[in-house]
Structure formats: structure tokens, C-alpha cells
């Protein structure tokens, strides 16, 4: 419940689901979550008030939805990664496409990019199941030079992907 007695539900709450989602592969329905989000809207019929709002730590909620965090746009990455039947080389430039697109609202949103961003994008660059589709290393090195230049503290997390 917010200030105002409205029951709303926390980003937390969407992006665990969104991170299982993500663990087991499924785009569509990582993606789906993120486009409610960004459209402040559920995907079913809810008694929640769809009343705009701010939280008393600052989050803009759009109806009973909030925005998409940092954690809503790395699961779906992190969905890319784990996405079985994409993960060949017929299909890597709609990974990149689906990539491209969430690295495109995270800048229009203003949402900055942290260590485990880069980490799954690292992952994305040369995590492979075909064994002749050859990794992205024009693009790691571009994502790394990005890190590089951020004033983000590189971690063991995002070192241990490259």
C-alpha cells in the first residue's frame, strides 16, 4: 500500500518473475513483462488502482505498475543467454536485435547500465551451442570499452565474463 492507500505492487516483485523467466530461457515472457511495464499496464483485468504515483523512496509508479529498473532490463538480457533454441547461428541477429532494443530503452529511459549489464552482454558476445558460429568479439571489445570508460567499478563478476 503507498501513501495515498492504493495497493500497488513493487518492481521486486516483477523482476524475480522476470528473472525466472529469464533462468529458463523465455523471451516472450520476459519481454512481455518489460512492455507492461513501460506501458504502466497489467497484462489482465486488476482491481489495483491505476492511479499515477510516486513511492516514498521515489519510484514512479505509471497506474499500478512501476518503471522498469536496471534488474527488469538485465533479466532480459539474461533471457537471450539462457534461450535455447535461439543460441545458433541462424538466429544471433534476432538476439542482437532483442539486445539492441533493450540496450536502446535503457538509454531513453535514463537507466543506467551497471557491472552485471556488461557481464551478460559479455556472455551474449561468445556464449555459444553452435560450434561454428563464431563469437562477437567486435562487440565485446566495443561493450568493454564502454565499461571501461563509464565510472562503473569493474567487478569480478563482469572480469570472469570476458
Known amino acids: 500500500q503507498n501513501q ?9 516483485v516483477f ?27 497489467l497484462p489482465y483485468k486488476s482491481t489495483l488502482t491505476p492511479a499515477t504515483t510516486t513511492t516514498s ?12 529498473d536496471t534488474v527488469t532490463f538485465n533479466s532480459c538480457l539474461k533471457s537471450l543467454v539462457y534461450c535455447a533454441e535461439w543460441r545458433c547461428a541462424d538466429n544471433k541477429h ?15 529511459l535514463e537507466i543506467e547500465k551497471d557491472c552485471p549489464t556488461y557481464a551478460t552482454l559479455f556472455n551474449l558476445c561468445g556464449n555459444a551451442s553452435d560450434a561454428q558460429m563464431e563469437p562477437e568479439l567486435d562487440k565485446a571489445i566495443t561493450f568493454y570499452t564502454q565499461l571501461s570508460n563509464s565510472s562503473l567499478m569493474i567487478s569480478r563478476k563482469c572480469m570472469f565474463s570476458l
Open 57 to 68: 523512496d521515489g519510484v514512479v509508479m505509471k497506474g499500478c505498475t512501476p518503471s522498469p
Open 15 to 41: 523482476n524475480a518473475i522476470c528473472n525466472v523467466y529469464a533462468a529458463n530461457g523465455d523471451v516472450t515472457s520476459c519481454f512481455d513483462i518489460l512492455h507492461c511495464l513501460m506501458d504502466g499496464k
Open 4 to 12: 495515498d492507500g492504493k495497493y500497488v505492487i513493487e518492481i521486486d
Open 94 to 108: 534476432n538476439i542482437w536485435r532483442l539486445a539492441e532494443f533493450v540496450l536502446q530503452k535503457m538509454t531513453e
